[in-house]
T-cell receptor, first 113, second 113 residues
Framework: DQQVKQNSPSLSVQEGRISILNCDYTNSMFDYFLWYKKYPAEGPTFLISISSIKDKNEDGRFTVFLNKSAKHLSLHIVPSQPGDSAVYFCAASASTGFQKLVFGTGTRLLVSP | SQTIHQWPATLVQPVGSPLSLECTVEGTSNPNLYWYRQAAGRGLQLLFYSVGIGQISSEVPQNLSASRPQDRQFILSSKKLLLSDSGFYLC????????????FGEGSWLTVV
């Protein structure tokens, strides 16, 4: 059972435009959400997170939006840069019990010059 | 600052041979430690986690085991590797406080032949 889903395996965007990566979850106990960026043959790097008490969190070019009623979150990258080309993983955890992160399958973003 | 290292970075092992991947964390005490695996074309799957020395929880039945002989050391092992054990293995840590952001090591590529 895939509790965190990233339905788009890939996304292509031109440099300077907005990249929007989407993520859906099914477990209503999830209350903390994160995005990670991963380059080939490297470990994922933490990008940005959001708690369920918020619906938006911004850090520079990266903004994460959370829609709890739809169980949906998205990552916006504005403006997109070629160096943003990587695989992006969405992850979620529940604050009850041990806080394990559940990851989506990832979306490969390609930003072309 | 905290750092995490895992080794070896790559290895090619024959079917039936043993495995030992090691991971150490510096700059923090009593971290939560994790082993994840990324199989080809798939997301990040949690294999084991540990909240303290000698305390190991397994997430999925498999051919692997984990041990935590010291506070900041986490080892992934197998007595006899299977072809299906091939993948990218990631060690990670978290403080276990608050939102549980986890931080990953560089990863280890395992190819079982």
């Amino acid at each position: 059972d895939q509790q965190v889903k990233q339905n788009s395996p890939s996304l292509s965007v031109q440099e300077g435009r907005i990249s929007i990566l989407n993520c859906d979850y099914t477990n209503s106990m999830f209350d903390y959400f994160l995005w990670y960026k991963k380059y080939p043959a490297e470990g994922p790097t933490f990008l940005i997170s959001i708690s369920s008490i918020k619906d938006k969190n911004e850090d520079g070019r990266f903004t994460v939006f959370l829609n709890k009623s739809a169980k949906h979150l998205s990552l916006h990258i504005v403006p997109s840069q070629p160096g943003d080309s990587a695989v992006y993983f969405c992850a979620a955890s529940a604050s009850t019990g041990f806080q394990k992160l559940v990851f989506g399958t990832g979306t490969r973003l390609l930003v072309s010059p | 600052s905290q750092t995490i290292h895992q080794w070896p970075a790559t290895l090619v092992q024959p079917v039936g041979s043993p495995l030992s991947l090691e991971c150490t964390v510096e700059g923090t005490s009593n971290p939560n430690l994790y082993w994840y695996r990324q199989a080809a074309g798939r997301g990040l799957q949690l294999l084991f986690y540990s909240v303290g020395i000698g305390q190991i929880s397994s997430e999925v039945p498999q051919n692997l085991s984990a041990s935590r002989p010291q506070d900041r050391q986490f080892i992934l092992s197998s007595k006899k590797l299977l072809l299906s054990d091939s993948g990218f293995y990631l060690c990670a840590w978290s403080t276990g406080v608050g939102g549980n952001t986890i931080y990953f090591g560089e990863g280890s590529w395992l190819t079982v032949v």
